[in-house]
Nanobody, 127 residues
Framework: QVQLVESGGDSVQAGGSLRLSCAASGSRYRTRFMAWFRQAPGKERQGLVAVRTLGGSFSWYADSVKDRFTVSHDNTRGTLYLQMNKLKPEDTAMYYC???????????????????WGQGTQVTVSS
């Protein structure tokens, strides 16, 4: 079992920055992949960035965020970070962390690949 707790969400003005954290814990919290998703009201959950956390670090970014968001992973602490710069009002959403222990198959942004999810942290960007 893996427990995920996100933090760092806040209300900021457009152009600002935030850093989200996702702390993994549990008796067997070692993961193979972790990812950040977001979901705005009335919209589907959207994959933002996925990172392979076991067997070498490799990451995938959604086109909408690849020039503004940066993911990092602290293997020692099992913590995933998301540095978000140049935030826009359309970035407003609940941000979720997800983790997988089996290995991602196909699209790393397919929610079906992830067994564990956090409760989310709210990001609100005002214009």
């Amino acid at each position: 079992q893996v427990q995920l707790v996100e933090s760092g969400g806040d209300s900021v003005q457009a152009g600002g920055s935030l850093r989200l954290s996702c702390a993994a814990s549990g008796s067997r919290y070692r993961t193979r992949f972790m990812a950040w998703f977001r979901q705005a009201p009335g919209k589907e959950r959207q994959g933002l960035v996925a990172v392979r956390t076991l067997g070498g670090s490799f990451s995938w970014y959604a086109d909408s965020v690849k020039d503004r968001f940066t993911v990092s992973h602290d293997n020692t602490r099992g913590t995933l970070y998301l540095q978000m710069n140049k935030l826009k009002p359309e970035d407003t959403a609940m941000y979720y962390c997800a983790a997988d222990q089996r290995g991602v198959v196909g699209d790393p942004f397919d929610t079906a690949n992830y067994d564990y999810w956090g409760q989310g942290t709210q990001v609100t960007v005002s214009s």
